[in-house]
């Protein structure tokens, strides 16, 4: 594979997780909102329970904490994810301009043996 080739397959990697890494933003975005959601609901059915029956009220505690915990878990694994797909667009940055950097060293490369080529050409004559 030349090193057109290689940088395109980084390039189509680094846009590919680029649109990963959007698609768990948006998607940690709306565990945190249920998890808000979660946790005022849950507050206030279980205040209005109470009124009514303590083991209602207390179940209603229970159930609402246990969904609560399985969406900060749920909002952690997306954390991770967006870590990791993070880390997978720097590196797939990395090596883009890795083989950027070794496309103008090898045309830097060529020039210098132009250049140096002409010289000799230029005083072969003197």
Same mark, same amino acid.
């Given at each position: 594979?030349?090193?057109?080739? *290689? @940088? =395109?397959?980084?390039?189509? #990697?680094?846009? %590919?997780?680029? !649109? &990963? &890494? $959007?698609? #768990?933003?948006?998607?940690?975005?709306?565990?945190?909102?249920? @998890?808000?959601?979660?946790?005022? $609901?849950?507050?206030?059915?279980?205040?209005? *329970?109470?009124?009514?029956?303590?083991?209602?009220?207390?179940?209603?505690?229970?159930?609402?904490?246990?969904?609560?915990?399985? &969406?900060?878990?749920?909002?952690?694994?997306?954390?991770? %994810?967006?870590? *990791?797909?993070?880390? !997978? *667009? @720097?590196?797939?940055? =990395?090596?883009?301009?890795?083989?950027?950097? @070794?496309?103008?060293?090898? #045309?830097?490369?060529?020039?210098?043996?132009?250049?140096?080529?002409?010289? %000799?050409?230029?005083?072969?004559?003197?």
């Amino acid at each position: 594979m030349d090193q057109k080739g *290689i @940088r =395109n397959t980084y390039l189509d #990697l680094r846009y %590919k997780y680029e !649109l &990963l &890494l $959007a698609e #768990l933003k948006k998607q940690q975005l709306l565990v945190s909102l249920i @998890r808000l959601f979660v946790f005022v $609901a849950g507050g206030i059915i279980s205040a209005i *329970i109470f009124g009514h029956s303590i083991t209602g009220g207390i179940t209603a505690i229970l159930i609402t904490i246990i969904i609560f915990l399985y &969406l900060v878990k749920k909002y952690e694994d997306y954390s991770d %994810k967006i870590t *990791i797909t993070g880390n !997978l *667009i @720097r590196i797939n940055d =990395n090596e883009i301009n890795a083989t950027e950097d @070794r496309t103008l060293m090898i #045309l830097n490369m060529i020039l210098q043996a132009i250049s140096i080529y002409s010289v %000799k050409i230029l005083f072969s004559d003197i």
